[in-house]
């Protein structure tokens, strides 16, 4: 019988930002804090923000977004089918993804998923060092 992963282990970032270099978007560490979490696979999006609200110590409610890369494109992660996709794409990656927090005071910057918007643009996020791990339990 085959094992089935039930966790996901993804990096989360805040304080830096995703710039095009040579053509390709790349996360550029500023002030950065990096964080590991250990998730289970079938998170909703309310687990995610909780998880990352309390490994980098941010207000849930500050309206931040939570993005990554995916094949050049910056995807913002913001319900819970989102969150499913997210998922699908740690799972499928042969690396730890990276989840960049992106500051809510950067809310007008129009994250697009052909990345076609982001040419010269500099999105402001975030990264962090040790490992969290987020267990859904019900009482």
Known sequence: ???VKETVKIRVCKGGAWER?????EY?????VKRTLILPLLSSYSCLLEAVSERLDIDASSGFMLTYNSDNDIVEVC???KV???MEFVVKSSRIVT???VESSLHGTHLSTTGSNQQGNSIHATPSGNVFHK?????
């Open 79 to 81: 319900d819970d089918l």
């Open 99 to 101: 989840l960049c927090i």
């Open 135 to 139: 267990n859904i339990e019900f009482f």
């Open 1 to 3: 019988m085959k094992s």
């Open 21 to 25: 270099v040579d053509g390709a978007l």
């Open 84 to 86: 499913n996709e997210f």
């Open 28 to 32: 550029m560490p500023l002030n950065c």
